[in-house]
């Protein structure tokens, strides 16, 4: 059974640090895309931050570039979100997610429907 396992959420003053890990079971994800994705109570999905399945190339939603990082480490059919100066409108629900593993090793991926699996979510919450 394919498992997405997400952990490191939690509560979080603004300017804080989370670290975000997404551990994979049931095949192996390192030919995969994997995306991170967050969703606000009353808004859409919207994919933060993607990396091929090389780690060679990432893709950020503007609103975090330069706070945020995307890492993965294939060894381990894990990957990573580290956020860095959090603010009160990070606040989300956290999902980690993979593809079926047939793209390029240059490809990353934004939309919901290129994404085949799907952890349950980490919910990440920042105050001001």
């Known amino acids: 059974q394919v498992q997405l396992v997400e952990s490191g959420g939690g509560p979080v003053q603004a300017g804080g640090s989370l670290r975000l890990s997404c551990a994979a079971s049931?095949?192996?994800?390192?030919?995969?895309?994997m995306g991170w994705f967050r969703q606000a109570p009353g808004k859409e999905r919207e994919c933060v931050a993607a990396i091929s399945w090389s780690g060679g190339r990432t893709a950020y939603l503007e609103s975090v570039k330069g706070r945020f990082t995307i890492s993965r480490d294939n060894a381990k059919n894990t990957v990573y979100l580290q956020m860095n100066s959090l603010n009160p409108e990070d606040t989300a629900v956290y999902y980690c997610a993979a593809d079926r593993g047939d793209r390029s090793s240059t490809d990353v991926a934004a939309l919901s429907a290129e994404y085949d699996y799907w952890g349950q979510g980490t919910q990440v919450t920042v105050s001001s």
């Open positions: 049931g095949r192996t994800f390192s030919r995969s895309v």
